[in-house]
């Protein structure tokens, strides 16, 4: 479960006329900030002060308005129902100054999932780490300013993406990266590329360019291996190792030590991804 705050940003949809049995009508927005029925994001331990509560099929919502007709009342139940079991993710793993928020060519978001996939792949493999790919796609959600939450994590990094390392030589790096020129940007990390109307300017690699001819350790998911997103990182790679750590799991581990340190989780850019029309 997302924060209020976040949902109400992410409900800026368009309102869509459909058409059914002859009568048409449209969709309608809600900001979910707690002002109809004072429902709000529950933590472990605060279910009913922020949700209600459902007796005898009625609902009662935390500002004491009742439901007993309709779908409100089961649907309630059923989210009532289910936050035991959600209990552990409500669990504050860190604290955020401000949004992280997902958002192109490059953002504070991106560069610290892909540095920390960079530092992660190097420790856990042991090998050497020149560059760093991984998908935008796999992250799923913002990180909201305040008190982040085990959930919010869970849910930025939802899949079974494994830490990858590659040996890949310079001039497939460089196929890579004209594919996703084309394409859309990618989070990238121990390199600089900039993008000029769908096709690959410059690329550079350790504050070099990008050498055709050399090796490069590559950190990246097994999920861009072989087709994901249209990347088949591996087809040309000389050695590669596939962990059995999940991405998920990793920049976890990497939050809980920022707070243990008692550092905050923010982070910045460093125009590492220049997209130019």
């Known amino acids: ?22 009568f048409c009508f449209k969709w309608q927005k809600h900001v979910m900030d707690g002002s109809r029925t004072g429902v709000k994001c529950p933590s472990a331990d605060n279910v009913p002060q ?14 004491g308005r009742s439901f007993d007709s309709g779908s409100t009342p089961a649907v309630a139940e059923a989210l009532i129902g289910v936050q035991p079991e959600m209990a552990r993710l409500k669990e504050v793993i860190a604290y955020a100054p401000k949004d992280l928020v997902r958002r192109g060519p490059e ?18 493999t042991g090998r050497r780490v020149d560059f760093a790919f991984t998908n935008t796609g796999g992250i799923r959600v913002d990180i909201p300013a305040g ?18 390392w590659l040996e890949l030589k310079g001039s497939d790096i460089r196929a890579a990266l004209e594919y996703m020129a084309e394409n859309k940007p990618q989070c990238i990390s121990g390199g600089r590329v900039v993008i000029r109307d769908g096709k690959l300017v410059s ?30 990182l591996a087809r040309g790679a000389r050695d590669y190792v596939i962990t059995d750590v999940l991405i998920g ?29």
């Open 50 to 63: 922020t949700l209600g509560v459902v007796e005898d099929g009625v609902y009662t919502s935390p500002n």
């Open 203 to 232: 690329a550079e690699i350790g504050g070099e360019p990008l050498d055709d001819g050399r090796w490069y350790g590559v950190a990246t998911i097994d999920f861009l291996l072989d087709g994901g997103d249209g990347y088949k």
């Open 107 to 124: 953002c504070e978001l991106f560069d610290f999932i892909v540095d920390r996939l960079a530092a992660d792949v190097a420790k856990v």
């Open 1 to 22: 479960m997302v924060k209020a705050k976040v949902i109400a940003a992410a409900l800026a949809l368009a309102l869509l006329p459909a058409c059914s049995g002859g």
């Open 147 to 164: 008190d982040v939450l085990l959930d919010d994590l869970v849910s930025m990094l939802p899949f079974k993406n494994y830490l990858t």
């Open 249 to 277: 799991d990793a920049v976890l581990a990497d939050v809980r030590a920022l707070t243990a340190a008692g550092k905050n989780l923010e982070y910045s850019t460093d125009g590492r991804m220049t997209v130019e029309e």
